[in-house]
């Protein structure tokens, strides 16, 4: 699990180090990859920031479990980790309602590509 923990905090600081520079890129949507989002700019910038709070999030656990600490943690300390959780969630959320919905601008129909 602590592997798993490392990989996805690496991959979240990574990811969110890139984003926070504001790249453009199209997000296709999982159901109908014909469709998706747009993310430029601020929008990118906020979904970078979400990644480093879930970064955050997963330094919060780790450190608690190096320390040793077992039972239930304080009131303190997961009334942090919720806000967190919050936080990152309301910069993934606001990324998406920022970004620009519309076609897929590489999308191409199953089948349409000519043999040669």
Avoid: H, K
Avoid at 17 to 28: K, M, R
């Amino acid at each position: 699990m602590r592997t798993f923990i490392a990989f996805t905090m690496t991959l979240c600081l990574l990811g969110g180090a890139w984003l926070l520079q504001g790249p453009a890129f199209f997000w296709p949507d999982r159901l109908d990859p014909s469709q998706g989002v747009f993310l430029s700019g601020l929008s990118a910038q906020l979904l970078g920031a979400g990644l480093l709070a879930i970064a955050g999030l997963g330094t919060m656990v780790i450190a608690r479990a190096a320390r040793g600490v077992r039972g239930a943690a304080t009131r303190g300390w997961q009334l942090r980790y919720f806000l967190l959780i919050l936080l990152a969630l309301g910069l993934v959320s606001a990324a998406f309602s920022l970004g620009e919905r519309g076609p897929n601008p590489d999308w191409r129909a199953p089948g349409s590509i000519a043999p040669s």
